[in-house]
């Protein structure tokens, strides 16, 4: 149990609520303290039968989720995560029989429940059922599979691509079946989870680099390149919780030069960088066949469900052939593969979404900028956050947002470094001019509120 006693005279003697969540989260267990790390001391034995079996209850995990919970009836804050919502996932929801304008879903083209789309999962279902019922390899590969990828591979300018079920489980298993402990791993550091456990995995040596930093890359490449034989450069092209562009083009030139393949997760670049959301290729103007692996998700601007692959022959046949997450599970099911298809060639036949998206990102990014939020390194492509200091501030305005009738996240630690909590606004296509207006607006005021407002709950 969090002491509230603790937590409140941390407030008053360290002056701000940030400071006190910091506080907080290395009570927490959230901030690695000196001499946890105990690997290299000898075996000694820890199970004692006489014991009551270990229970979940114990795990350092649950008691986090605990505390982070306590921290929110503290601070009066609502959980706003797994709040359900009871309508589609637009730009507007409808969440306890209230609507909202929302800013909290990837939607990014206004695809999802689009009636072409519609009619396509549900013409795959008439025909192919709801499941494929094995997995590729086996009894689970169906025609509009193949088109798909042929599709996604066009779309890329590449050979091949492949698709699996889930864009977490794309990441993992296409860096842990191609890397070994032999090999050598470089990953911006603020890459997606799903990459990073993919890198640990993999068992390679891994270093991260400062993020986006090519100097900091090669200074890495310079020191290791040389002790191993195979050697993969991860980061991706839009970053979903800053907002900002990989910066492709060095990228590229240091993979060249000290021959390293490249990974680039899309998930938010395909659909929203480049003229044409073909994404970051078309966003720098460089040939997608000089980047080695394509990773993307169907999750966002195609309005489905799981991950792919795209680059040469023999990546796809290594992955098809030889990952996990694909031979040992289920080929993506008909009315999604159907769904992602069709997107894509929506995507195609109305590059105006595109540019709709790109105004509009860049439209919130402008009033954000103009009314004195901190927005750091957002560059207005679909993605723009809020830095707003701490969790504590960022559940609290999360909180009123959604009094005033809009949606919006609040991202914290860990997804994001401790002091750093933000609330993240996803733009679409589809959101008005005057949707954007307002959301900034109230941002603002109740930003400026925040301060003026403490609402400390009383123990009670
Ligand atoms: N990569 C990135 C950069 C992501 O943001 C995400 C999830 N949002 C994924 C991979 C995983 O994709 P999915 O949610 O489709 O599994």
Same mark, same amino acid.
């Given at each position: 149990?969090?002491?509230?006693?603790?937590?409140?005279?941390?407030?008053?003697?360290?002056?701000?609520?940030?400071?006190?969540?910091?506080?907080?989260?290395?009570?927490?267990?959230?901030?690695?303290?000196?001499?946890?790390?105990?690997?290299?001391?000898?075996?000694?034995?820890?199970?004692?039968?006489?014991?009551?079996?270990?229970?979940?209850?114990?795990?350092?995990?649950?008691?986090?989720?605990?505390?982070?919970?306590?921290?929110?009836?503290?601070?009066?804050?609502?959980?706003?995560?797994?709040?359900?919502?009871?309508?589609?996932?637009?730009?507007?929801?409808?969440?306890?029989?209230?609507?909202?304008?929302?800013?909290?879903?990837?939607?990014?083209?206004?695809?999802?429940?689009?009636?072409?789309?519609?009619?396509?999962?549900?013409?795959?279902?008439?025909?192919?059922?709801?499941?494929?019922?094995?997995?590729?390899?086996?009894?689970?590969?169906?025609?509009?599979?193949?088109?798909?990828?042929?599709?996604?591979?066009?779309?890329?300018?590449?050979?091949?691509?492949?698709?699996?079920?889930?864009?977490?489980?794309?990441?993992?298993?296409?860096?842990?079946?191609? =890397?070994?402990?032999?090999?050598?791993?470089?990953?911006?550091?603020?890459?997606?989870?799903?990459?990073?456990?993919?890198?640990?995995?993999?068992?390679?040596?891994?270093?991260?680099?400062?993020?986006?930093?090519?100097?900091?890359?090669?200074?890495?490449?310079?020191?290791?390149?040389?002790?191993?034989?195979?050697?993969?450069?991860?980061?991706?092209?839009?970053?979903?919780?800053?907002?900002?562009?990989?910066?492709?083009?060095?990228?590229?030139?240091?993979?060249?030069?000290?021959?390293?393949?490249? =990974?680039?997760?899309?998930?938010?670049?395909?659909?929203?960088?480049?003229?044409?959301?073909?994404?970051?290729?078309?966003?720098?103007?460089?040939?997608?066949?000089?980047?080695?692996?394509?990773?993307?998700?169907?999750?966002?601007?195609?309005?489905?469900?799981?991950?792919?692959?795209?680059?040469?022959?023999?990546?796809?046949?290594?992955?098809?052939?030889?990952?996990?997450?694909?031979?040992?599970?289920?080929?993506?099911?008909?009315?999604?593969?159907?769904?992602?298809?069709?997107?894509?060639?929506?995507?195609?036949?109305?590059?105006?979404?595109?540019?709709?998206?790109?105004?509009?990102?860049?439209?919130?990014?402008?009033?954000?900028?103009?009314?004195?939020?901190?927005?750091?390194?957002?560059?207005?492509?679909?993605?723009?956050?809020?830095?707003?200091?701490?969790?504590?501030?960022?559940?609290?305005?999360?909180?009123?947002?959604?009094?005033?009738?809009?949606?919006?996240?609040?991202?914290?630690?860990?997804?994001?470094?401790?002091?750093?909590?933000?609330?993240?606004?996803?733009?679409?296509?589809?959101?008005?001019?005057?949707?954007?207006?307002?959301?900034?607006?109230? =941002?603002?005021?109740?930003?400026?509120?925040?301060?003026?407002?403490?609402?400390?709950?009383?123990?009670?």
């Amino acid at each position: 149990m969090l002491k509230r006693s603790a937590v409140r005279a941390a407030i008053y003697a360290r002056g701000t609520i940030g400071e006190a969540a910091g506080a907080v989260a290395v009570a927490c267990g959230a901030v690695p303290t000196a001499g946890r790390f105990v690997s290299s001391q000898p075996k000694r034995v820890v199970y004692d039968p006489a014991e009551a079996a270990p229970s979940f209850a114990d795990l350092p995990l649950y008691r986090g989720i605990l505390k982070h919970k306590e921290i929110g009836r503290l601070f009066d804050i609502d959980d706003p995560f797994y709040r359900c919502h009871q309508a589609r996932n637009g730009v507007t929801t409808q969440i306890a029989g209230k609507n909202y304008v929302n800013f909290a879903s990837y939607d990014y083209l206004g695809l999802n429940q689009h009636p072409a789309i519609v009619e396509a999962a549900k013409t795959a279902i008439d025909n192919l059922g709801t499941s494929v019922s094995a997995s590729r390899i086996v009894a689970g590969e169906r025609t509009i599979h193949g088109a798909l990828e042929r599709s996604l591979a066009d779309f890329y300018g590449v050979e091949a691509a492949i698709t699996f079920v889930s864009g977490h489980a794309t990441n993992v298993s296409t860096i842990s079946t191609l =890397m070994t402990a032999d090999d050598l791993i470089l990953y911006d550091d603020l890459s997606h989870n799903s990459l990073i456990v993919g890198v640990r995995l993999s068992g390679a040596t891994a270093y991260a680099f400062k993020h986006n930093d090519a100097e900091a890359l090669e200074a890495l490449l310079l020191e290791h390149r040389p002790f191993h034989k195979r050697a993969l450069i991860v980061a991706e092209g839009l970053y979903s919780m800053d907002g900002d562009v990989g910066d492709l083009p060095s990228l590229v030139a240091l993979k060249e030069k000290y021959g390293a393949w490249l =990974m680039i997760d899309e998930a938010h670049g395909l659909g929203v960088l480049g003229e044409t959301g073909r994404g970051s290729a078309e966003h720098y103007d460089i040939d997608p066949k000089r980047v080695d692996i394509w990773m993307g998700t169907l999750s966002k601007a195609l309005a489905s469900c799981g991950g792919y692959i795209a680059g040469r022959q023999e990546l796809i046949d290594i992955l098809k052939y030889q990952a996990p997450g694909l031979v040992y599970s289920v080929g993506l099911s008909p009315p999604l593969t159907a769904a992602a298809t069709r997107s894509l060639e929506l995507l195609k036949a109305e590059p105006e979404r595109v540019a709709r998206l790109r105004s509009n990102g860049k439209l919130f990014l402008s009033l954000a900028r103009a009314a004195g939020m901190d927005t750091a390194t957002s560059e207005g492509h679909a993605v723009v956050s809020v830095i707003v200091g701490d969790l504590v501030n960022a559940g609290r305005l999360a909180d009123r947002m959604l009094a005033r009738g809009i949606n919006v996240l609040p991202i914290i630690y860990p997804a994001v470094p401790i002091k750093a909590a933000r609330l993240r606004f996803f733009i679409t296509s589809e959101h008005t001019p005057t949707q954007i207006r307002e959301a900034v607006r109230t =941002m603002r005021e109740e930003m400026d509120g925040l301060g003026k407002r403490p609402r400390q709950k009383q123990a009670a």
